[in-house]
């Protein structure tokens, strides 16, 4: 079965840093484009960071651009989320979810297929 | 960034009920949008990609239509265990955004 475990989050102060986990199993990780996504608690859902299978390819939300950096190692099967200068909102659940793409009559199109159970970062003094 | 608006925000409904949530794009996404559902304290879960197609041990009662701007999923006979909260998601451009939700509660 396909299992992503988020690990890292906690109490940290504003400014402060914090470095997310995220371990895959059950599918081969290397092949696959990776995402974290944030809930503030009764929010809505926000994709903050993504990455391509070989890292090729990488983009921010503009909310955390030049904050948090987005990593993956292929042999561990992990991804990664450095998170800096963190502010009072950045307090959220992260989730990281496996993107699956696939093909259809327009071409190419992707879904975010399987979702960890999330880790809670609290920025807060 | 593409902008996703979900209408309802929140509706109540009763079992066996038919429920239509519908979600607009501030520009033509073709049919480039996903909806999940998200039951309190848990992951979202993908019901249907593509606009219109249902992921892989989804029941057949959920559906979803539109192309272009205007989507909708349909629960075309509410059950117990729908009542959770809804989004959309474009995956035309990057940065891929959601809808702000619809929350089904039960009458």
């Known amino acids: 079965d396909v299992q992503l475990v988020e690990s890292g989050g906690g109490l940290v102060k504003p400014g402060g840093s914090l470095r997310l986990s995220c371990a895959a199993s059950?599918?081969?990780?290397?092949?696959?484009?990776m995402t974290w996504v944030r809930q503030a608690a009764g929010k809505g859902l926000e994709c903050v960071a993504y990455m391509s299978s070989t890292s090729s390819y990488i983009n921010y939300a503009d909310s955390v651009k030049g904050r948090f950096t987005i990593s993956r190692d292929n042999a561990k099967k992990s991804l990664y989320l450095q998170m800096s200068s963190l502010r009072a909102e950045d307090t959220a659940v992260y989730y990281c979810?496996?993107?699956?793409?696939?093909?259809?009559?327009?071409?190419?199109?992707?879904?975010?297929?399987?979702w960890g159970q999330g880790t809670l970062v609290t920025v807060s003094s | 960034d593409i902008q996703m608006t979900q209408s309802p925000s929140s509706l109540s409904a009763s079992v066996g009920d038919r429920v239509t949530i519908t979600c607009r794009a501030s520009?033509?996404?073709?049919?480039?949008l996903n909806w999940y559902q998200q039951k309190p304290g848990k992951a979202p879960n993908v019901l249907i990609y593509?606009?219109?197609n249902l992921q892989t041990g989804v029941p057949s009662r959920f559906s979803g239509s539109g192309s272009g701007t205007d989507f909708t999923l349909t629960i075309s006979s509410l059950q117990p265990e729908d009542f959770a909260t809804y989004y959309c998601?474009?995956?035309?451009?990057?940065?891929?955004?959601f809808g702000q939700g619809t929350k089904v509660e039960i009458k």
């Open positions: 059950g599918f081969s990780f290397r092949d696959y484009t």
């Open positions: 979810a496996r993107v699956t793409f696939y093909s259809d009559r327009s071409g190419w199109d992707e879904k975010m297929d399987s």
């Open positions: 998601q474009q995956s035309y451009s990057i940065p891929r955004t």
């Open positions: 593509g606009a219109s």
């Open positions: 520009q033509n996404i073709v049919s480039y």
